[in-house]
């Protein structure tokens, strides 16, 4: 990409370190392990280190600047050509900001045969490292293994299968295949072919061998299971909004060529449907609220696109409101790059026999096509989420409206919204929302999204949680919620003030814990802030929703009932559970109070 130390210098001042971004006061040897975790972070296309900055206690950044600029440099590449086992030519840029001389390097991502890139004087494992988040981790005996296999230039799906042969093909899953050639391309020259010569076209087979490709698309349920047990779906319903411990699975271990169809039946089965007549007649006809082409392009697009070297399961779960593919693999592509007519193929053979059967293509319009199908639904556009760090790749299709006839009169009450703003608030309003959530759905990038959450926190419509920046998301205001609006609300402030007449006070100790909730609490946090809050006196559930940043209808069916089951919170009006008025307090809450 093109870049400026003015615009680095933003990105980081304004969300503090990142994967991508560090800040160094000097070339000492933390930069060292800085430039070896930006060669070696597999995917990210390397980072930036910033010079001349200091970071203060508070989080901000001072600008102290770089005295000598040129006897840095020079520094810098001696160092880049001694202190590793490979040279490392790094980008060099020096500009003003406030004044002051600032250096930003950038350190390219090194070839996947030059990795791992190491401070000799530490040898390996210990001298070299990978970025994880805004830190510099020291390898692990698999990230070792896996940049010896990122070196073999041969993709993992046309290497052969170890210990598979010719028996392990299925030809029923081959025949299967053929009959799909005849539907979508009956002038296939494929359907000229016999088995062997099939097989041998698209990869599966080499010389007679079975290739990793074969054995995924053609292989028989025994030999997966025997060659390959983690290479399967699992198909996850949950009554709960989060996965709890009521949930049923489906294991489908097939043949990938008729896997993806019993995939697609098995979550097809599970979803919403809508009721609507046929033209021209009375007859009911049942669909899936999700379209059937944004629903099998999630699919095919997680069986294409995950990491065959992890052996872990595509799990598809379906919740009330939502399905969430998520299969190990993050994404090849640049997140700038998902709605562009670019694409990157992990697994090159099994996309290609996909693509044969016009059920996958190579163009990178997959993901274009699923938000306008979903949009043109009235549903809310897929939310994608890769992370690199973890290696997964997670779609998330909603059941919901994009805005409904209630969401277009709550907003109403707000002037000087765009349709983006408003997104953000029905999310805020729905639960906590990240920066990264409200990329996955708008497709800005993450310092327009910044800006954007920053303003709308300003105009005390969300409230900002956690500890760093790194760490920060965002709740609706309390005086923002549609069930406390009353009036006109330009004089909104993010006061809790506004929650039910009757909640207690919080003590500014206990508001200090709850703001600094990270994004994804444990369990038992959770429970103990619940407990802390509902000592103080009774609190309807609404009001404690608002108050964690959570949904109201999550809270209670994955925390509240849970913790009245096992005696820590009790029912206001235990003898009438559905009573307008419920409400929760401590096991030792006074019954006058």
Excluded at 119 to 146: H, M, W
Excluded at 470 to 475: I, K, L, R
Aim: aromatic share 6%; charged share 25%; hydrophobic share 40%.
């Amino acid at each position: 990409m093109t870049w400026t130390v003015h615009q680095i210098h933003a990105r980081l001042v304004e969300l503090d370190e990142s994967d991508r971004i560090e800040g160094k006061s000097g070339l000492g040897d933390a930069a060292m392990k800085s430039i070896s975790a930006f060669s070696n972070e597999v995917g990210m296309r390397g980072g930036w280190i910033v010079f001349g900055l200091r970071r203060q206690p508070d989080g901000t950044y001072e600008t102290p600047g770089v005295k000598d600029p040129d006897q840095l440099q020079t520094d810098l590449a001696t160092r880049c050509r001694g202190v590793f086992n490979r040279q490392v030519d790094v980008v060099v840029r020096v500009d003003l900001i406030d004044g002051k001389r600032v250096v930003v390097v950038f350190v390219p991502e090194a070839a996947p045969g030059d990795k791992p890139i190491y401070i000799k004087k530490q040898g390996l494992p210990k001298g070299a490292y990978r970025r994880v988040g805004s830190s510099d981790c020291t390898v692990t005996d698999a990230d070792l293994n896996r940049f010896a296999s990122l070196g073999n230039t041969l993709p993992f799906d046309q290497r052969l299968a170890p210990g598979a042969t010719r028996s392990d093909i299925d030809l029923r899953a081959v025949e299967a295949y053929r009959q799909q050639l005849r539907t979508g391309r009956p002038g296939s020259e494929l359907l000229l072919m016999g088995d062997d010569e099939l097989l041998h076209a698209v990869g599966a087979l080499k010389d007679g061998r079975v290739t990793n490709a074969g054995l995924a698309l053609f292989g028989s349920q025994l030999a997966l299971r025997r060659l390959w047990p983690s290479l399967r779906t699992d198909v996850i319903t949950s009554d709960a909004t989060e996965l709890s411990d009521s949930y049923q699975v489906v294991e489908i271990r097939e043949a990938l060529v008729t896997g993806w169809q019993r995939i697609f039946q098995a979550v097809a089965d599970t979803l919403p449907k809508r009721v609507t007549l046929s033209d021209g007649s009375m007859q009911r006809v049942e669909t899936t609220r999700v379209p059937d082409l944004a629903l099998r392009e999630a699919i095919v697009n997680a069986l294409i696109h995950r990491d065959l070297e992890v052996r872990s399961p595509i799990q598809v779960r379906r919740y009330p409101d939502r399905l969430e593919v998520d299969n190990p693999g993050y994404s090849l592509a640049a997140e700038d790059d998902w709605e562009k007519l670019r694409s990157i193929a992990r697994n090159p053979t099994i996309a290609q026999a996909f693509t044969e059967l016009d059920l996958a293509e190579t163009r990178g319009t997959g993901m274009r096509r699923m938000r306008t199908r979903m949009t043109f639904a009235g549903l809310r556009p897929p939310a994608l989420v890769s992370n690199r760090e973890t290696n997964w790749f997670k779609l998330t299709l909603s059941f919901h409206h994009l805005l409904d006839d209630a969401d277009w009169t709550w907003l109403a009450r707000f002037t000087g919204l765009d349709d983006l703003d408003r997104q953000v608030l029905v999310m805020a309003r729905d639960g906590r929302v990240r920066n990264e959530d409200v990329r996955a759905v708008t497709g800005e990038d993450t310092l327009s999204t910044s800006h954007r959450l920053a303003r709308l926190r300003d105009e005390g419509l969300l409230i900002a949680h956690g500890q760093s920046k790194a760490d920060t998301w965002y709740s609706l205001a309390p005086a923002a919620h549609p069930s406390n609006l009353t009036g006109n609300p330009s004089n909104l402030t993010g006061n809790p003030s506004n929650l039910g007449a009757d909640t207690p006070d919080i003590p500014e100790a206990l508001q200090a814990r709850i703001d600094a909730l990270p994004a994804k609490p444990t369990r038992a946090l959770v429970e103990d802030l619940l407990v802390e809050i509902c000592e103080l006196g009774w609190w309807e559930p609404s009001d404690l929703a608002r108050v964690l940043g959570r949904s109201r209808k999550y809270l209670a069916q994955n925390y509240l009932q849970s913790l009245v089951g096992s005696g820590r919170l009790r029912l206001r009006y235990p003898d009438a559970k559905h009573n307008p008025r419920q409400a929760y307090g401590s096991a030792t809450l006074e019954e006058s109070r």
